[in-house]
């Protein structure tokens, strides 16, 4: 069965870094692209960004440019999302999340469990 | 970006009652709205994609409707697991965008 396992949860000071992972499995993963699609506390969800996993494409949230980075490693089926410069209102439940189609933007058919990013000095 | 807007913010119903959530698009989304649920804890789940289509293992009482700005999920006879929040979603353009979510509770 198709499942998302991503790492787990991080606390980390202003200024610095967080990656997560998100391992695929039960599909071929470089047939659908990822998402990364994250939650503050008590709040909606907001996207961050997708890569193709077929071609390393990435497409990021403006506001997250230039702080973000997203990579793949077809050799494990593994999924990872960089945020730099950790802000206080970085805190939030990080997602991956499986596009349904290949070579599409969405939607999201399969989710990880996420992984909580606590930002804090 | 195409701000989506979901109405009301929260609906109180009682099992069995039709539930009629409402997402508006600031321009159009053609087909490509996708609508997920949302329970504590835990990941959203994909319900509706490409407006009308469930996914799967979705229950038939959950549909999708609507077109172009207009968009809607009805639930047909609410079940207890069905209290949750709902957010819906569009990939016409990039950014991808959600709406703020509408949460359903029980009256």
């Known amino acids: 069965q198709v499942q998302l396992v991503q790492s787990g949860a991080e606390v980390k000071k202003p200024g610095a870094s967080v990656k997560v992972s998100c391992k695929a499995s039960?599909?071929?993963?470089?047939?659908?692209?990822i998402s990364w699609v994250r939650q503050a506390p008590g709040q909606g969800l907001e996207w961050m960004g997708w890569i193709g996993t077929h071609n390393g494409k990435t497409n990021y949230a403006q506001r997250l440019q230039g702080r973000v980075t997203m990579t793949t490693d077809s050799s494990t089926s593994t999924a990872y999302m960089e945020l730099r410069s950790l802000r206080p209102d970085d805190t939030a439940v990080y997602y991956c999340?499986?596009?349904?189609?290949?070579?599409?933007?969405?939607?999201?058919?399969?989710w990880g469990q996420g992984t909580l990013v606590t930002v804090s000095s | 970006e195409i701000v989506l807007t979901q109405s009301p913010a929260t609906l109180s119903l009682s099992p069995g009652e039709r539930a009629t959530l409402s997402c508006r698009a600031s321009q159009s989304v053609r087909s490509y709205l996708a609508w997920y649920q949302q329970k504590p804890g835990q990941a959203p789940r994909l319900l509706i994609y490409?407006?009308?289509n469930r996914a799967t293992g979705i229950p038939t009482r959950f549909s999708g409707s609507g077109s172009g700005t207009d968009l809607t999920l009805t639930i047909s006879s609410l079940e207890p697991e069905d209290f949750a929040v709902y957010y819906c979603q569009q990939r016409t353009n990039w950014p991808i965008t959600f709406g703020q979510g509408t949460r359903l509770e029980i009256k």
């Open positions: 039960g599909y071929s993963f470089t047939r659908y692209p």
């Open positions: 490409d407006t009308s």
């Open positions: 999340a499986r596009v349904l189609y290949y070579d599409s933007s969405g939607p999201f058919d399969y």
